[in-house]
């Protein structure tokens, strides 16, 4: 059950974001977009610098935040008895912070929606 309530959640943006503008999803995802990811040595680059970049701020995030000021949210995933029920223990709560988000903004991207928000902030902008 846990996992499929975080699942559903990391869901969410690209449910509602289809159900509001299905037309942006109508063509996705391109054609040949997957073969050009995969064989491109700049999405392999990016990939490896983003895993390598990342993982000092996750082991900072990890020793400071969650052994530090967050400790009593964490405290459970160190017990004797941690996951061995099926439901959410407040640990759980970490993954869905970074991952909902994530899964929002990557929806948003694919769907175009960051470049329509920008063009029209710089609309804006202009009309003052």
């Not at 289809?18 to 999405?43: C, I, K, N, V, Y």
């Not at 459970?76 to 994530?102: C, G, M, Q």
Request: charged letters at 15%; glycine letters at 6%; a positive charge.
């Amino acid at each position: 059950m846990a996992w499929g309530a975080s699942f559903l959640l990391c869901a969410l943006p690209w449910l509602l974001t289809a159900a509001a503008a299905p037309a942006r999803f109508a063509d996705f995802p391109p054609r040949g977009l997957t073969q050009e990811l995969w064989s491109s040595p700049q999405h392999w680059a990016i990939m490896a610098a983003v895993a390598v970049l990342f993982e000092p701020v996750t082991w900072l995030i990890h020793k400071h935040v969650m052994h530090g000021g967050l400790w009593c949210v964490h405290e459970d995933h160190h017990a004797d008895t941690a996951y061995t029920r099926p439901e959410l223990y407040k640990n759980d709560f970490f993954p869905l912070v970074f991952a909902v988000p994530s899964s929002a903004v990557a929806c948003w991207v694919l769907a175009g929606l960051g470049a329509r928000a920008r063009a029209g902030a710089r609309r804006r902008a202009r009309a003052r």
